[in-house]
Nanobody, 120 residues
Framework: QVMLAESGGGLVQPGESLRLSCAAS????????MGWYRQAPGKQRELVAR???????NYADSVKDRFTISKNNAGNTVYLQMNSLKPEDTAVYYC??????????????WGQGTQVTVSS
């Protein structure tokens, strides 16, 4: 059983920063990539940022130059540093993890979501 534990959401004013964390625990062979998605009310879930096993990254255009994704040395915890937050960043942020189990099968896991609200 794999679990994703998210933390770091909250309420901030425009221009402020937040840091989200997501830790993957359980038994598996390797993590292929981890990332963050978000879903605002009435909108589809969208990719915010992703980091792969080789540490390559990709970002949504709307967050480039403001958000930075990183991971720890073990590769099982991912961070999303969010700077210069805007009201349009308000959403529930979901951690996503794609991994390979001991049977060489790939699985996709989701966290429960953490609310980020940017408002004055």
């Amino acid at each position: 059983q794999v679990m994703l534990a998210e933390s770091g959401g909250g309420l901030v004013q425009p221009g402020e920063s937040l840091r989200l964390s997501c830790a993957a625990s359980g038994s598996f062979f390797s993590i292929n990539y981890m990332g963050w998605y978000r879903q605002a009310p009435g909108k589809q879930r969208e990719l915010v940022a992703r980091i792969r096993s080789d540490r390559s990254t990709n970002y949504a255009d709307s967050v480039k130059d403001r958000f930075t994704i990183s991971k720890n040395n073990a590769g099982n915890t991912v961070y999303l540093q969010m700077n210069s937050l805007k009201p349009e960043d308000t959403a529930v942020y979901y951690c996503n993890c794609n991994l390979t189990d001991w049977g060489w099968k790939n699985y996709n896991y989701w966290g429960q979501g953490t609310q980020v609200t940017v408002s004055s």
